[in-house]
């Protein structure tokens, strides 16, 4: 039926029309911010899943900050430590040439005050962002060690837990394994014999240290990579979730535009099918 007063067909068409421009302005919505669901109205259980994998993320972000800077803090107490180890092997072959009764022993005894002196220095150096693990004291607040963390750990809905890497400090400024301040002087054989003795201790103890100050320096740097890898898997997963698949939206916006188009046309015969009725009365 035909009515003046009402029009159904224009209706249908203008609805449907209406339909295809909010679906269009939704996939040109897409298109231009690269992000499918952007909002929380676009798809909330989607969005909140993202937006927690987005939190994670940034504490994997911050947690390889605070472990670049770990690393750096130990390596430079290790390449310390090595070389310490260095100037102790200097230290070593002076005593033997000494212990030989070769040699002058006030002069050997003054090489071993500079390389002893030269030793003290690197210790009290050997800070990084104010944490020196040579020292008795690492970061000045009685600390013994370095303590940085490693990861963020989520286990379903529950809030993440955080481990730690701690590389606990090597004390070259009082520790009795390396008393090397209070080491025998060099006057003669048999005092290099006694000063070689205890130079090898030294010796060993500051290799010790070192390899265990790389080993931790080690670690961290592979946890580092591994929260690279984390992190860029983290990334890919958020882009699935919300990024916008472009080829798939620029083809719906193509056919959106020619259902548009369509809509259109139908809105306008529609509009058009009342004027019939003025024939009847003409």
């Given at each position: 039926m ?16 209406t ?9 040109q919505?897409?298109?231009s ?5 952007d ?11 993202s ?11 911050a947690?390889s900050?605070?472990?670049?800077v ?7 107490a290790?390449a ?14 002076l ?7 070769v ?52 286990s379903?809905?529950?809030a993440?837990?955080q481990?730690t ?9 009082s ?8 080491r ?9 014999r006694?000063a ?5 201790g030294f ?7 070192a390899?265990a100050?790389?080993?931790g ?14 992190s ?5 997963g ?14 719906r916006?193509e056919a ?10 139908s ?10 009725l ?5």
């Open positions: 035909t009515s003046i007063n009402t029009n159904p067909g224009a209706e249908i068409a203008l609805r449907v029309l339909n295809k421009q909010v679906e269009k302005e939704d996939v919505d897409d298109i911010t690269g992000k499918e669901v909002k929380a109205k676009d798809a909330p259980a989607v969005w909140a899943i937006e927690i994998m987005g939190s994670d993320l940034a504490g994997f972000q947690t900050s605070g472990l670049n770990g690393e750096a803090t130990v390596s430079v290790s310390s430590a090595e070389q310490i180890t260095s100037l102790l092997t200097d230290m070593k072959e005593t033997v040439q000494a212990s030989s009764g040699g002058d022993y006030s002069m050997i005894e003054e090489q071993l005050a500079q390389k002893t002196e030269q030793i003290n220095t690197i210790i009290s150096s050997s800070g990084f962002n104010g944490v020196n693990l040579l020292a008795t004291n690492a970061d000045g607040n009685g600390g013994t060690g370095l303590t940085v963390a490693a990861s963020q750990d989520r379903g809905d529950a993440p837990t481990s890497i701690t590389v606990d400090s090597v004390d070259f400024e520790s009795t394994s390396f008393d090397i301040n209070n025998t002087a060099v006057t003669d054989a048999a005092s290099a006694t070689l003795g205890e130079i090898e010796l060993r103890y500051a290799t010790d240290s390899a100050l790389g080993a320096a080690q670690q961290m740097a592979e946890q580092d990579v591994f929260l690279d890898k984390l860029d898997a983290v990334k890919m958020i882009s699935e979730l919300t990024d916008t698949d472009m080829e798939d939206a620029a083809a916006y959106l535009s020619a259902q548009e188009q369509l809509s259109g046309l809105l306008s015969i529609a509009n058009a099918s009342p004027g019939s003025r024939s009847l009365y003409s």
